[in-house]
């Protein structure tokens, strides 16, 4: 019934920068929370961002913090990360993902409910 379609990854060197997007169907968009989470090859599912739909406050990882920032468009039912200074260390694949207005919970991977596809992302040394 949800679907969410990643795009805009890609690989880059060192220090690049890259937006992947995130298009939205099937409900209605401005309530939902939307999430970006990572998996790097023999690691777990990893919390990257979020905004909510309320107050379009944002969360961050750490590991990301000052250099990606998630926004979305109500409008265009899409919700994007913008990476910059990227590192080796960010090379995952990238996976958008909705959960339903109503926990104050953003950053546990349980606590969404749709998930794309998601898209490679590849930083170079």
């Known amino acids: 019934q949800v679907q969410l379609v990643e795009s805009g990854g890609g690989l880059v060197q060192a220090g690049g920068s890259l937006r992947l997007s995130c298009a939205f169907s099937g409900r209605t968009f401005s309530r939902y929370d939307m999430g970006w989470f990572r998996q790097a090859p023999g690691k777990e599912r990893e919390f990257v961002a979020a905004?909510?739909?309320?107050?379009?406050?944002?969360y961050y990882a750490d590991s990301v913090k000052g250099r990606f920032t998630i926004s979305r468009n109500n409008a265009r039912n899409t919700v994007y990360l913008q990476m910059n200074s990227l590192k080796p260390e960010d090379t995952a694949v990238y996976y958008c993902?909705?959960?339903?207005?109503?926990?104050?919970?953003?950053?546990?991977?349980?606590?969404?409910?749709?998930w794309g596809q998601g898209t490679h992302v590849t930083v170079s040394s």
């Open positions: 905004i909510s739909w309320t107050t379009l406050s944002t």
């Open positions: 993902s909705a959960k339903a207005g109503g926990s104050r919970r953003y950053t546990e991977l349980n606590e969404y409910d749709y």
